[in-house]
């Protein structure tokens, strides 16, 4: 009678094999062409039988064991696509409206690139982290740096120049006191709305141009004021 074989090392690098299988997302750590590998080293440690075979199976058993344990340390990480991730999502989350749509369009493509190198059958190893980190902090900077559309102060400016017209003119006393003071009021109001804006001061440019609309359609003279008093008392 033959000794019984010695599993010992291949139980070993099994176990090892199993600990990365059974992790969190291998196939997401680990290049596709090393997962590969380890399953297939895994699956031939796998057929080999635990009942029946002695020493004289020792070298299969050995070189199972071997292969195996070589799967597990040729393992390769994926480059790290955080930053990258990072940079389109911030992508995504630009509001379109307020940039030009030709600049929006043409980084647009960059971010798309940038999603088909992040898919896992594209990914780079880590051994290439420094490129992919480049590239990842090169799309955040366009991202960061792409212009917003400048805020439209026409409307505004005829506003104002209407209302100034208004209480320039010779008439301006016979407007109630009331809506004159509104329209003054108002005009004041639009010396503090900054220039130069950009888009995102759109709202308080638009909210002082009505103000002042609102203001101008809202004079009253006094004798049509005392002429609808009238009217209503009979």
Request: overall charge negative.
């Amino acid at each position: 009678e033959y000794q019984g074989a010695n599993y010992t090392a291949l139980d070993a690098a099994k176990a090892a094999a199993e600990k990365i299988l059974n992790s969190a997302n291998p196939d997401d750590t680990y290049t596709i062409a090393t997962m590969a590998a380890l399953r297939e080293k895994y699956a031939a440690a796998q057929g080999i039988p635990t009942i029946g075979w002695d020493i004289r199976n020792q070298n299969a058993i050995d070189k199972a064991a071997s292969e195996l344990n070589a799967a597990v340390s040729g393992l390769v990480k994926f480059a790290n696509y955080a930053t990258m991730q990072a940079a389109v999502t911030a992508f995504e989350k630009l509001n379109a409206e307020f940039y030009d749509p030709a600049d929006l369009a043409a980084l647009k493509v960059k971010v798309d690139a940038a999603k088909q190198e992040m898919l896992r059958e594209n990914k780079l190893d880590a051994s290439q982290q420094a490129d992919v980190n480049a590239r990842a902090m090169a799309l955040m900077k366009e991202i960061n740096s792409l212009q917003k559309l400048p805020a439209n102060y026409d409307a505004f400016n005829a506003a104002v120049a209407a209302a100034k017209a208004k209480i320039e003119a010779s008439d301006f006393q016979n407007y109630t006191s009331a809506s004159a003071k509104a329209l003054s009021d108002a005009y004041l109001a639009s010396a503090s709305i900054e220039t130069g804006k950009d888009i995102t001061y759109q709202a308080t440019i638009d909210a002082a141009t009505k103000a002042i609309n609102d203001a101008i359609a809202g004079l009253t003279l006094k004798g049509c004021l005392l002429y609808t008093s009238d009217a209503a008392d009979e």
